[in-house]
T-cell receptor, first 113, second 115 residues
Framework: DAGVIQSPRHEVTEMGQEVTLRCKPISGHNSLFWYRQTMMRGLELLIY????????DSGMPEDRFSAKMPNASFSTLKIQPSEPRDSAVYFCASSATRADTQYFGPGTRLTVL | AQTVTQSQPEMSVQEAETVTLSCTYDTSESDYYLFWYKQPPSRQMILVIR??????QNATENRFSVNFQKAAKSFSLKISDSQLGDAAMYFC????????????FGAGTILRVKS
């Protein structure tokens, strides 16, 4: 069975541009999580969905960040406009239920110049 | 606030030897889960082992085992017969349903394996 799929794996963009990160959770998983990893702050949760509904977005840093989950097999994390401080690795993870183990995708390394 | 502390920024072990990575956490909850994730240079986050707080028995997965001390809020990872492929960053993580199921991670421990 395929794991969590993220695209792109690497993204380099210029400040002010819109960036869209994509995630396909493991089939049958009902919960989806977006995490960000930086040297300064480590790994932190940005937002999570349960059954396609956003449950906790308290980790979303600013209004420039938005996330959607239009169906059970697809989610996006959008940054508009992007800033250099958004440079990080963004992980998507999914779990079968809210209480189950979270399995991570390979991550997207974002560089904002 | 829920916090996870990994006091060892870096550890080294000789191939085939045993190493223990430390983790402590702070919580007022009684029902929670603890995890160790491995992040190799590929940066993929790989689940190593999971422990439910209500279980007294320490979790084991092949060469990986934990020493879970609930009263002391300690959750260390022991790697036996270390292999070169074990070299990675190891993260201890905590999760409780009360706080939205998010994983709270420690800062990580870099493990180097010497041949």
């Amino acid at each position: 069975d395929a794991g969590v799929i993220q695209s792109p794996r690497h993204e380099v963009t210029e400040m002010g541009q819109e960036v869209t990160l994509r995630c396909k959770p493991i089939s049958g998983h009902n919960s989806l999580f977006w995490y960000r990893q930086t040297m300064m702050r480590g790994l932190e949760l940005l937002i999570y969905f349960n059954n396609n509904v956003p449950i906790d977005d308290s980790g979303m840093p600013e209004d420039r960040f938005s996330a959607k989950m239009p169906n059970a097999s697809f989610s996006t994390l959008k940054i508009q406009p992007s800033e250099p401080r958004d440079s990080a690795v963004y992980f998507c993870a999914s779990s079968a239920t809210r209480a189950d183990t979270q399995y991570f995708g390979p991550g997207t390394r974002l560089t904002v110049l | 606030a829920q916090t996870v502390t990994q006091s060892q920024p870096e550890m080294s072990v000789q191939e085939a030897e045993t190493v223990t990575l430390s983790c402590t956490y702070d919580t007022s909850e009684s029902d929670y889960y603890l995890f160790w994730y491995k992040q190799p240079p590929s940066r993929q986050m790989i689940l190593v082992i999971r422990q439910e707080a209500y279980k007294q028995q320490n979790a084991t997965e092949n060469r990986f085992s934990v020493n879970f001390q609930k009263a002391a809020k300690s959750f260390s990872l022991k790697i036996s017969d270390s292999q070169l492929g074990d070299a990675a960053m190891y993260f201890c993580a905590y999760r409780t349903m009360r706080y939205g199921n998010k994983l709270v991670f420690g800062a990580g421990t870099i493990l180097r394996v010497k041949s």
